[in-house]
């Protein structure tokens, strides 16, 4: 929560399983929050890479959109 105040957090976390540590703090900061994948959607993204962080009802998507 310290990184956001300071203008340094994430834009969004994307967790294959809940964290309930993470998940009211993203909560209180509106900062979205992607859990729950069938498969870990980390092993697809690299550092640096431009995503898309997309939620269509019930389901959230993540597409990459250009690799670093």
Partial sequence: MGLLY???G???IVNRD???LTLPGCSLLNV???HG???DPCMLVNDGDSIRFERK???VSITV???A
């Fill in 6 to 8: 300071q203008g340094k």
């Fill in 32 to 34: 979205p929050y992607g």
């Fill in 18 to 20: 809940v964290c309930t």
């Fill in 57 to 59: 009802g019930d389901s």
């Fill in 65 to 67: 959109l250009e690799r």
């Fill in 10 to 12: 994430p834009t969004a």
């Fill in 37 to 39: 994948f069938e498969h």
